[in-house]
Each structure stands twice: as structure tokens, then as C-alpha cells.
């Protein structure tokens, strides 16, 4: 009877490592034992680069909104004019800011005057989004009155208008130009209300980061916005920021009851959740098409371990008349498997994080080699293609490469385990 040795024991690993490194001649490794390996690198890769740029897109996006959003607008429900028409406009607007203040968790507040405008320089047009807000309140905000990239000076944003890079562009105006701004609700007179046409001088120029913001956005004096679209005394809304904008959901009730009775609130998840949504189902089918690509790539392993025991079918014969148990056999070949998948896997941490950590020159090869124009801020609303390398992203990666690698290796290994000596020496 032979004598049962301890789980992975030395000589097993040796066996193993003579196989594995053994000429093609000799009958070693196959090439498609190579072919695995290369297959389950490239998966792995694939997988954590996804996941990389997946978690940098979301950071990047929900940043881009939180830097240059309100986290929460509080606005009051549309009451009737004796006229007959609809007022939605704050009256108490400082005192209902000052009691939101208070709320514990809450770090901004800021009354707003909003409105639609055309803006006009150089024979140029373009439609824009006006936002009525104190000098105090701009410098808060964190991706315009803090951009990184900026022109002019916010010190005088008094004296003038702060206005969105895209827009600029789009207007060919910079620093210390004007711009013409034509609004519908203008001037009231007995004939009916005529269009009003105001020329400011743009004092600062930022960069949010976001596409449709500094595209399409002003930033007005909070004084001039009341005058300029006849809000004089009231303010359309305040907005908001707190200290934990992911738990945003929290402090509803609590700024309604601060608010008053007719107010109502807008979060920004209420204003970006079905493109959130959209992104969690989108990652969901990416990382399980991905995981169909990484399993594809570990069945190849099955293809080269078949393939090497066939070529070991005289060694299996020989080793087990020497002794050598139906457990042993299973682990060396195990280990022969299993070690293609961890070399493979290893192999494709090492290319995904590189990737996700030089994504920059990496992307800028791509668009040069494409001739520019493979990210079109427009459609997808930020400046480039970022990536967030996380310990998780990368662990469940290498989870999942490795469980799939070694559950497949099983199978070949169980079959050179339980072949009969005798019928593998028969025509030796």
C-alpha cells in the first residue's frame, strides 16, 4: 500500500517545476499552455483597466457636478398673482438661508437668481445660463471661485460678469472684453415688455471641468441679476452644500422644515440619477462580459494541461508503479495549471496598473495616432479619460482570474490522477 505523503509536498513541486519548464521536444509545456498565459494576462489587464477607468469616470463626473453644482436648491412651489400668473421667487430669501445654515451637516448657503440669456460678442452668438450670486458666495464654490485654470481677476467680479472657458470660446472673447447679454424679460411698459440688452465686461474666465458648464454659464453680481431680470428684493432659490453630499438624501425634511411651508427641494442625485443609474448598469455588464473573457482565457488552460498529459502519459505510469498516490499526481499537474494562471494573472495586474497609472501619455498616443478627436467633451461632458486605481477593483480582478484558473485545472488534473498505470506502459 502506498504510503499517503503530506498535501504539496516537495517533490511534488519539483515534478511540477520540471514539467513546466521542460522543451517542447521533451514533451513540456504546449503552446497553447502559452497561449493561456498570454490569453489570461491580456483578460486580467482588460479587467482592471476597466474597472480603473470605470471608478476614475464616476469620481471625475459626480466630482465635476459637486464642485460646480449646488449639492441641494431650495426653491419655493408657484403660487398666483393677483395678475393671474405664477410666482415662484423667495421673498425671505436671507432669512430662509440663515435658518438652512444652521441644519448641522450643512456648509453653504447661497441665495441665486437664475435666467436665460443670449450672449453676443464679435458677430457671434450664443445661448447661455445666468446666475445671479454675491462676490462671498462665487469665491465658495469649488471648481469656479478655486479653478485650477482661470483668466482674470475674481476680485472684481463686482464691476463685471465671470464667465465659462467653453463660452469664451464660443463668444472668441477673453479677460477684459465685453459681451453683450439680450434677456425676454426686460423692460415693463404700457405697450408690453421689451427685450433687454446689457453690456458687462468679463472679469474671469474658469474652467469647471465639465463641458455643459463652461459652456453654457455666467456668473452675475447678485444686485445686477435682481435688476437685470426684474427680481428686485427676491431671490429665485438658494443652493445649498453639505458635508457628505453622497448622503444627501438625509436632509430633505430637515431643509424643507427650515425652508417653510411651500418650499421644495432639488438634489443633485435628483438632477444626475438616471446617468448614475445608467453607469452602474454599465459597469455591471462590463465586468461580467469581461468576466466571460477571463474565463475564456483559463479554459485555455484545460486545452495545455490535456495536451501536457498526454505527453507525461509514460511518467504518469512509471510514477505511480514507483508509489506515487492518485493525490500526488493531481497536485503536481494542479500545480502545473495553477501556476500558468498566477503567472498569467501577475502578469496582467502588473500591465493594468501601469496602464491606469500612465493613462495620460497613454491616451494622448491613442488620439495621435487616431489624428485627435477620439474624446468629444461635448457627448461625454468631461476633458479626458480619467482612472482611479483602488485595492478593491484590483483584489476582486485577481479573485476572480485566480478562482477561475485553479477550478478549471481541476479537471485535467483529476484525469491524470486516475489513469490506470498498466494502460499508460502498455506499448512502452
Not at 188 to 208: C, D, K, L, M, Q
Not at 300 to 306: A, D, E, F, P, T
Not at 376 to 383: A, L, Q
Request: with cysteine.
Amino acid at each position: 500500500m502506498a504510503a499517503r505523503t503530506a498535501p504539496f509536498a516537495a517533490f511534488e513541486w519539483m515534478i511540477a517545476w520540471r514539467y513546466l519548464r521542460a522543451r517542447r521536444a521533451e514533451g513540456g509545456v504546449s503552446v497553447m499552455t502559452w497561449i493561456s498565459l498570454v490569453g489570461i494576462t491580456l483578460a486580467v489587464f482588460a479587467l482592471i483597466a476597466t474597472l480603473a477607468v470605470r471608478a476614475g469616470f464616476r469620481a471625475e463626473f459626480v466630482d465635476t457636478i459637486l464642485g460646480a453644482n449646488a449639492h441641494v436648491t431650495v426653491y419655493s412651489a408657484a403660487r398666483q398673482t393677483p395678475a393671474g400668473g405664477l410666482d415662484r421667487t423667495m421673498a425671505d430669501y436671507a432669512g430662509t438661508a440663515a435658518r438652512i445654515a444652521e441644519i448641522p451637516g450643512v456648509t453653504r448657503t447661497a441665495p441665486l437668481i437664475r435666467g436665460q440669456v443670449m450672449a453676443n460678442a464679435t458677430g457671434r452668438n450664443a445661448g447661455a445660463e445666468v446666475y445671479g450670486i454675491t462676490l462671498d458666495d462665487l469665491r465658495t464654490i469649488p471648481r469656479v471661485g478655486r479653478a485650477e485654470t482661470f483668466e482674470g481677476d475674481i476680485a472684481r467680479f463686482d464691476q463685471g460678469i465671470a464667465i465659462g472657458s467653453g463660452l469664451a470660446r464660443e463668444l472668441g472673447v477673453v479677460a477684459g472684453d465685453r459681451i453683450r447679454l439680450i434677456s425676454p424679460e426686460g423692460v415693463r411698459t404700457a405697450f408690453g415688455t421689451s427685450p433687454r440688452v446689457n453690456a458687462y465686461e468679463v472679469v474671469y474666465i474658469f474652467t469647471a471641468g465639465r463641458y455643459d458648464i463652461d459652456r453654457t454659464r455666467i456668473y452675475m453680481p447678485f444686485a445686477e441679476a435682481q435688476s437685470y431680470f426684474n427680481r428686485e428684493g427676491v431671490a429665485d432659490e438658494i443652493e445649498v452644500m453639505v458635508e457628505n453630499p453622497e448622503a444627501v438624501d438625509g436632509y430633505a425634511l430637515r431643509l424643507m422644515q427650515a425652508a417653510g411651508d411651500h418650499a421644495l427641494v432639488w438634489t443633485w442625485r435628483d438632477s444626475a440619477g438616471s446617468f448614475l443609474r445608467a453607469l452602474d448598469v454599465e459597469d455591471n455588464v462590463m465586468f461580467v462580459i469581461l468576466s466571460i473573457l477571463v474565463l475564456i482565457a483559463a479554459m485555455n488552460i484545460v486545452s495545455g494541461l490535456i495536451m501536457l498529459v498526454k505527453n507525461k502519459g509514460r511518467d504518469i505510469g512509471i510514477l505511480r508503479t514507483m508509489g506515487l498516490t492518485e493525490g500526488s499526481v493531481l497536485r503536481v499537474f494542479f500545480i502545473c495549471g495553477a501556476a500558468t494562471g498566477l503567472a498569467g494573472t501577475a502578469a496582467g495586474v502588473v500591465l493594468g496598473c501601469l496602464f491606469a497609472i500612465y493613462i495620460d501619455p497613454v491616451f494622448s498616443f491613442v488620439n495621435w495616432v487616431a489624428g485627435g478627436g477620439v474624446w468629444d467633451p461635448s457627448i461625454r461632458g468631461i476633458y479626458n479619460l480619467p482612472a482611479q486605481l483602488r485595492l478593491a477593483d484590483v483584489m476582486q480582478a485577481v479573485g476572480l482570474s485566480l478562482g477561475l484558473s485553479f477550478i478549471v485545472t481541476i479537471f485535467p488534473a483529476r484525469r491524470a490522477a486516475r489513469m490506470n498505470p498498466v494502460e499508460a506502459l502498455r506499448y512502452e
